[in-house]
């Protein structure tokens, strides 16, 4: 008996909640547009009959018929049809459920960004600054990727890793925005201990395909390693690294002063170190003034670095049609059934 009800009685009931019905896709979902019909069909038999009563003349002996609730019992086999009918359509629009499975052949690539976070990267002349402007388009970035495993690396005068090798693109998002100005309390710009933790992130990585992407709006000002040498040992391990100059040199926009004019601070950005390391490390140069070059840049890099993964997808379709159609036959053998009744007014019919 508990194998019946499991496995008959328990979806039958369970296809007619509403949070169920709404978690099917649909074959046929125009079928669905005959349940307002059959709705206003029985609106329309019920306005019929009740016309042919008030022309029905019936003379009575003495004073007016009284109503009586009994007299609702009446609607209980229209009610029985409507809803045999209303089963009917949706088992005519074959309720489905699609289950979907995804192999994965290949391996990814394994990138680390490192992104520079020092006080510099607060000029504006990228919107709304430089460093919400690479946070924007490394996020794009990262939904764009499939396979791949991401890491993010963040310095000023100093570098840690933010968070590991990770297929986890959620994680990396929110990790992404919650890079902030002052995260790391040492300033400066140090490029070439900032590679070295991207190279001991790397350098163990089971893939044969290891990247890095530098963005930095200075020149090195910081930490014990020389940037082209953190470049040599970066090549050492097989990792390709691509330099992103962020920000035009010159005066550059910072903020307003105490009387609300625009303020202008002097910047440069070391091109030369930059163009070495990415030579060093056998990928390119990119210099991104502005908001739209630096999206080109990214979308450059993401078509440079594709990884070889192979989808291979198997859907298989799960109907549930025949519940709504048990439904349905029981439905209307209960109305026939019921029709020999005395719930029926035989001077309707």
Not at 121 to 149: I, T
């Amino acid at each position: 008996m508990d194998q019946f009800w499991q496995h008959f009685l328990a979806p039958l009931f369970d296809g007619l909640r509403y949070s169920t019905l709404t978690s099917y896709t649909w074959a046929h979902p125009r079928a669905l547009l005959l349940l307002p019909a059959v709705v206003l069909l029985f609106l329309l038999r019920e306005g019929l009959a009740q016309h042919r009563r008030q022309q029905l003349g019936v003379a009575f002996v003495r004073g007016q018929a009284r109503g009586h609730w009994s007299a609702l019992l009446r609607f209980i086999p229209d009610i029985v049809l409507g809803l045999s009918l209303m089963a009917g359509v949706l088992a005519l629009a074959r309720p489905q459920r699609p289950d979907e499975r995804v192999e994965q052949s290949g391996r990814g690539i394994d990138i680390v960004l490192v992104v520079d976070v020092s006080a510099s990267m607060e000029l504006q002349d990228l919107r709304p600054n430089r460093l919400e402007a690479a946070k924007r388009v490394a996020q794009a970035f990262v939904q764009g990727r499939r396979g791949d495993r991401i890491g993010l690396v963040a310095f000023a005068g100093d570098a840690y890793s933010v968070l590991p090798l990770t297929t986890d693109y959620e994680l990396l998002q929110e990790e992404l925005q919650g890079l902030r100005l002052g995260l790391i309390p040492t300033d400066g710009t140090a490029i070439g201990t900032a590679l070295g933790v991207a190279t001991n992130r790397l350098r163990a990585a089971p893939g044969h395909a290891r990247v890095c992407i530098l963005l930095s709006d200075g020149e090195n000002t910081a930490g014990a390693l020389d940037p082209l040498t953190a470049a040599q040992l970066a090549h050492t391990f097989g990792l390709r690294i691509y330099t992103i100059g962020l920000g035009k040199d010159g005066r550059v926009p910072y903020g307003k002063d105490e009387l609300g004019r625009p303020r202008y601070v002097e910047t440069r950005l070391d091109e030369t170190t930059m163009r070495q390391i990415a030579s060093v490390g056998e990928g390119q140069f990119f210099r991104a003034t502005d908001n739209t070059a630096l999206q080109r840049i990214f979308t450059r890099i993401n078509g440079l670095e594709q990884s070889e993964i192979k989808l291979t997808r198997y859907r298989n379709t799960h109907d549930y049609y025949r519940y709504y159609l048990y439904w349905c036959l029981g439905l209307w053998l209960l109305w026939l059934a019921l029709k020999n009744t005395f719930l029926t007014n035989a001077m309707e019919d």
